[in-house]
C-alpha cells in the first residue's frame, strides 16, 4: 500500500473515536475555542519592552483583551490626580466570572464571619514607583498568558482563584518617566549610566503628581489613587498581594522575607512563615533562569504604609519583589549589563512564581486568613451594651475628627458618635468634635497598628519611619480602654447647625482652631473682604453669656467699603454652612474683657501671594507636601519655580517664598541678597530642615544651627567592631520618630493650636542652638522629647529644650525657620495650622 493510502486508511480508523469523544466533550465547550486574544506584540506593533509604554497603552491593551477572553473583566479604581483611569485586569475562569457577584459577596463576610468560601484571591500589583516601570510591562505579559493558557496548572488556578493585576499603581509618575525614558532613547541602546536617559530630570517618575510617593500613602490615603487601591483590595480581601518594584541597578533581585529582627511585632510569625514558604518557590523560578537573588537582607517588614506590609496587618500575606533598574533600554552595572528585557523577565518569573506558590500553599492562606478575623468582629452592639475602646476628641474643632472618620472608614474601622457630652479625667469629650472606637472589631488590629505608642525596638534600623501614631499626627486627645454603655454611641454623625445672622450685627468671629477656618479666610480675602485677626484673647457677651474667644480669632467687620451688611451676612453665611464652619455673630464692639473689636490689637489680613522653590536640589516630596496644602487645604493659588529660574523672577510680586528641604547648592550670593531684600521689603521667608543651612551659609538666618557634625559627636564609637559598625550607624539615624513641642502661646506663629504642646514627626538631623539673638523662639522641644518611635537617648538629651521654631525679624518682613516638616506626608494634620499663620497672621505683625 502506498503512504497516502495508509495515511487515508489511519484517519478512517481514528476519525470515528475523536468524534466519539468530542460527542462527550464538545470543543465548543472550551470557553477558548474559536477566541482570538491579542498579544501584547500584536497590539503593540513591536515586540514589549522595546520601548516604554505609556499608562494609555496598558489601559488599552487591558480593555481590548477583556473584550475578547471570557476570562478577563475590568475593575475600575477610580482616577489619579490627572485623571487617568486606574484599571485592574479581573482574570479566572469563564465560570467564575459568570458569579463575581457571589464571589465579591463573599469575599465582603471574610472578616465578619471568619469563613472561607469561593474561589482564593490574588492580587499582584506593580510599578507604583512610576519610573519602576518593568513589572508593569511583565504584568502585560501575564495578563495574556492567563488568558490564554491551557496549561494544566493555569486551568487549575483559574478555577480556584481570582487573580487580580494592576500593571500600574502611579499612572501620572509613570507617565511623566516612560516620556523621559523614551524621548532620550536612540536607536542605539547605550549602557552609560550616566546617559541622559538613565539621569532622570527634577521631579523623577517616582512620584505622583504631588510629588507624592505612594508606596508610602497606604495608611494615610492622602491621595485619591491609593483611596481606589485600598478600596479595591477591601473590596476583594485578597489571600496573598504581590508589590513589585525595582531598586538600583547594581543590585541584583531581592524578595521577601526581609530583615527577620526587622518585622512589625504586630505582624504574626504565621505571616512569616508562610512568606518563608513562598520563597522556595521564588528562588526554583529565578535559579532556573540563573538569576542571581537575596533575601532576609536590606529591606524590611514594618511599617504598614507600604504595598507589601499593609496585607499583613489586613489579613493577607504580602510579598516585596525588587529588580535591579535599568531606569531605560540598559545600563551597566557592577554585576554586568542590566537591560529592561531581562527585568521584565525576572519580573514575569516570580510572577508565576507567585501564582504557583498561593495555588500550592491555598489551603495555608486560607486558614491564616480566617484566623486572622476569627473572635475579633464586633458581635451586634446591641447584645454588648458596654464596650472598650478609644475615646479621642480634636478640641474645638470637628474638622479633624470627620477627616479620621473618613480614614478609618476607608479601612474598614468601626466607630461611633457620642450622643452627649462625657468628662474622662477631668476633660470634656464633646458630641461634634469627638468619636469612639471599640477596641473588638474585625479591624483590630489595623486600629491597634494606627495607634501604637512603642518606643522600644529589637533592631532599631528602619528603612522608613519607626512610628506613624494617628493621635499625634491629627493632634488629638486620646484615652484607651474607655468603657461605654450603648445609649451614649450612634453610627449617626452630629448634625452641624446652619449658621445665620440678625442685621443687628455689627462683627462676624470665627474660631480660627476650626480646620476649615484657613480655607473659609482664604475664600473671603479672594472675593476683597475685609479679614482681622485677635493678637490677643478676649471675652464677649453673647446671647446674655460670656463667650471667650482664643488668640488668632478671626473678625469680619460688617461695615466695610463696597460691601453692604447684609450682603456680607448673606455671603459669609454660605461660605461658612458649605464648609460647615461655626460663626458668631455679635452686636457689639465691646469685649467683656481682654480687647475689643476695634482695638489696634485686631490685625488686618492681607491676601497673599505664595512662591515656592522647586527643582533639583529641593526635596520631592517635602516641596510636594508643601505645594499639596497651598492648593487642596488652603485653595491659594501658587507659582512654583524651578530653582534654575529664579535669577530672573521679580520677588517683590509675592508675599511669600517657601523653602523646603533640600540642599540649594545652586543658589549663589546674588540670590542671597535678593531674597534678603525681598525679606526687608516686607516678604516673608518660610524654611525647613535642610534648607536653613542655606540661609545660615548666606546670613538670611541669625540663629546658629545644629547638624550632623555636632550631634555625631555625641556619640561614642570607640571600640566597635566591623560588624557593629552597620548597627552604630542605624542608631545615628531618624528614621522617624514622634517629638513633642513646648509652644509659646501667645505667639502668632501657634496661633489656632491646642494648648502649649505639639507633637511633630522628626526625620533629619537638625537642630537650633540655645544661644540668645535677634529672634522670638515660637516652640522648644520638650525635656523629654520622644512620645513614639525609636531616636536614640544622644538625641533625646540634645534636643531636650532646644528651640524647634524660629521667627527672626527681618526689618518689614521676616524669617520663619522650622527644624522639621510639619506636614509630614499631609497627613499631619495637627501641626499644618503652623503654616497658615506664617501665610496669614506673621506679615501683619512686622
Given amino acids: ?46 515586540p514589549l ?47 467564575n466570572q459568570a458569579k463575581l457577584d457571589e464571589i465579591l459577596a463573599q469575599r465582603q463576610q471574610v472578616k465578619y464571619q471568619g469563613e472561607q468560601q469561593g474561589p482564593m484571591v490574588i492580587w499582584l500589583a506593580y510599578s507604583i514607583h512610576g519610573d ?25 488556578l483559574l478555577n480556584n482563584a481570582v487573580v487580580l493585576i494592576t500593571p500600574t499603581q502611579n499612572p501620572d509618575g509613570f507617565d511623566r518617566f516612560s516620556t523621559w525614558a523614551n524621548g532620550y532613547a536612540g536607536k542605539v541602546a547605550v549602557s552609560d549610566p550616566n546617559h541622559k536617559e538613565h539621569k532622570q530630570g527634577w521631579p523623577s517618575g517616582r512620584s505622583n503628581h504631588y510629588l507624592a510617593d505612594l508606596n508610602r500613602d497606604w495608611l494615610f490615603l492622602r491621595h485619591p489613587e491609593s483611596q481606589g487601591r485600598v478600596a479595591l483590595f477591601h473590596r476583594w480581601q485578597p489571600h496573598y498581594v504581590g508589590d513589585f518594584h525595582e531598586m538600583g541597578h547594581n543590585q541584583t533581585y531581592f524578595f521577601q522575607p526581609g530583615v527577620p529582627e526587622r518585622t512589625h511585632p504586630l505582624t504574626s510569625k504565621a505571616n512569616q512563615k508562610i512568606t518563608a514558604k513562598l520563597a522556595a518557590y521564588h528562588q526554583a523560578e529565578l535559579d532556573d533562569k540563573k538569576q542571581r537573588y537575596f533575601s532576609r537582607q536590606l529591606f524590611d517588614d514594618f511599617f ?32 554586568g549589563l542590566v537591560t529592561f528585557q531581562e527585568a521584565i523577565d525576572n ?38 451594651p458596654r464596650q472598650a475602646g478609644l475615646l479621642l476628641s480634636a478640641d474645638n474643632d ?55 505608642d512603642r518606643t522600644e525596638y529589637i533592631d532599631p534600623t528602619f528603612y522608613d519611619i519607626s512610628t506613624w501614631n494617628l493621635q499625634h499626627a491629627f493632634g488629638l486627645t486620646l484615652r484607651r480602654n474607655v468603657k461605654l454603655e450603648l445609649s451614649v454611641l450612634s453610627q449617626t454623625p452630629p448634625a ?90 455679635v452686636n457689639t464692639s465691646a469685649a467683656s474683657s481682654g480687647i475689643d473689636l476695634g482695638s489696634p490689637d485686631f490685625e488686618l489680613i492681607k491676601p497673599i501671594k505664595p512662591l515656592l522653590i522647586s527643582g533639583k536640589g529641593t526635596s520631592t516630596s517635602e516641596v510636594g507636601q508643601l505645594w499639596y496644602y497651598l492648593d487642596n487645604v488652603l485653595g491659594v493659588a501658587t507659582t512654583v519655580v524651578d530653582i534654575n529660574q529664579l535669577a530672573s523672577i521679580k520677588l ?84 522617624g520618630a514622634i517629638l513633642e513641642l513646648k509652644l509659646d502661646p501667645s505667639h502668632p506663629i501657634n496661633f489656632g493650636l491646642n494648648g502649649d504642646r505639639l507633637p511633630i514627626l522628626k526625620n533629619k538631623v537638625i537642630g537650633f542652638s540655645q544661644t540668645n539673638g535677634p529672634f522670638s523662639v515660637a516652640a522648644k522641644y520638650t525635656s523629654k522629647p520622644l512620645l513614639s518611635g525609636y531616636l536614640a537617648q544622644e538625641y533625646q538629651s540634645s534636643f531636650s529644650n532646644s528651640p524647634a521654631i524660629i521667627v527672626e525679624s527681618r526689618n518689614k518682613g521676616a524669617v520663619v525657620a522650622i527644624a522639621d516638616n510639619l506636614l509630614f506626608r499631609n497627613i499631619w494634620l495637627g501641626s499644618e495650622k503652623v503654616y497658615a499663620n506664617a501665610l496669614y497672621f506673621i506679615p501683619a505683625l512686622n
Fill in 304 to 335: 504598614y504604609g507600604k504595598g507589601s506590609t499593609y496585607p499583613d496587618i489586613n489579613g493577607a500575606v504580602g510579598v516585596l519583589f525588587e529588580q535591579a533598574s535599568a531606569r531605560g533600554q540598559q545600563q551597566d552595572s557592577v554585576n
Fill in 132 to 156: 519602576e516601570s518593568s513589572g508593569a510591562h511583565s504584568a502585560l505579559k501575564l495578563s495574556h498568558m492567563l488568558a490564554t493558557s491551557e496549561e494544566k496548572w493555569v486551568k487549575e
Fill in 398 to 452: 470637628s474638622g479633624r475628627i470627620n477627616a479620621l472618620t473618613t480614614l478609618l472608614s476607608q479601612h474598614k474601622i468601626d466607630y461611633y458618635y457620642l450622643t452627649h457630652t462625657l468628662s474622662q479625667g477631668g476633660l470634656d469629650f464633646a458630641v461634634n468634635n469627638s468619636i469612639f472606637i471599640p477596641n473588638k472589631q474585625a479591624q483590630s488590629s489595623l486600629l491597634e497598628a494606627m495607634f501604637d
Fill in 49 to 95: 519592552g522595546e520601548r516604554l509604554l505609556r499608562h494609555d497603552q496598558i489601559n488599552y491593551y487591558l480593555k481590548q483583551i477583556a473584550s475578547e477572553n471570557p476570562r478577563v473583566s475590568i475593575e475600575n479604581t477610580g482616577q489619579s490626580h490627572e485623571a487617568r483611569q486606574q484599571l485592574t485586569a479581573v482574570i479566572t475562569s469563564s465560570e
Fill in 496 to 585: 452641624f447647625t446652619p449658621v445665620s445672622f440678625s442685621n443687628d450685627a455689627v462683627a462676624l468671629l470665627i474660631d480660627w482652631r476650626q480646620s476649615q477656618a484657613t480655607l473659609l479666610l482664604q475664600q473671603l480675602l479672594e472675593q476683597d473682604i475685609l479679614v482681622k485677626f485677635a493678637a490677643k484673647p478676649f471675652s464677649m457677651q453673647v446671647k446674655n453669656k460670656d463667650l471667650d474667644f482664643v488668640a488668632g480669632t478671626l473678625q469680619i467687620p460688617l461695615k466695610q467699603d463696597g460691601h453692604k451688611a447684609s450682603e456680607l451676612n448673606k455671603l459669609v453665611a454660605q461660605l461658612a454652612n458649605k464648609l460647615k464652619v461655626d460663626v458668631i455673630a
Fill in 347 to 384: 519580573q514575569y518569573a516570580t510572577s508565576i512564581s507567585s501564582l504557583k506558590g498561593a495555588l500550592a500553599l491555598r489551603s495555608e492562606l486560607e486558614e491564616y486568613q480566617a484566623d486572622f478575623f476569627k473572635n475579633k468582629h464586633q458581635k451586634a452592639i446591641k447584645k454588648k
Fill in 652 to 735: 517683590s510680586d509675592y508675599s511669600h517664598v517657601l523653602l523646603a528641604d533640600g540642599r540649594y547648592q545652586t543658589l549663589d550670593e546674588r540670590f542671597a541678597r535678593k531674597l534678603g531684600q525681598f525679606a526687608s521689603e516686607g516678604g516673608v521667608i518660610i524654611a525647613q530642615k535642610g534648607a536653613l543651612h542655606w540661609l545660615e551659609k548666606s546670613n538670611l538666618l541669625k540663629n546658629n544651627l545644629r547638624s550632623d557634625r555636632f550631634y555625631k559627636q555625641l556619640f561614642d564609637a570607640e571600640g566597635l567592631t566591623f560588624d557593629e559598625k552597620s548597627a552604630f550607624k542605624a542608631k545615628q539615624a531618624i528614621g
Fill in 1 to 46: 500500500m502506498s503512504r497516502i493510502g495508509l495515511v487515508f486508511l489511519c484517519a478512517f480508523l481514528i476519525l470515528p473515536a475523536f468524534f466519539a469523544d468530542a460527542k462527550k466533550t464538545r470543543l465548543t465547550d472550551n470557553p477558548l475555542y474559536g477566541v482570538t486574544t491579542t498579544s501584547p506584540e500584536a497590539f503593540l506593533g513591536y
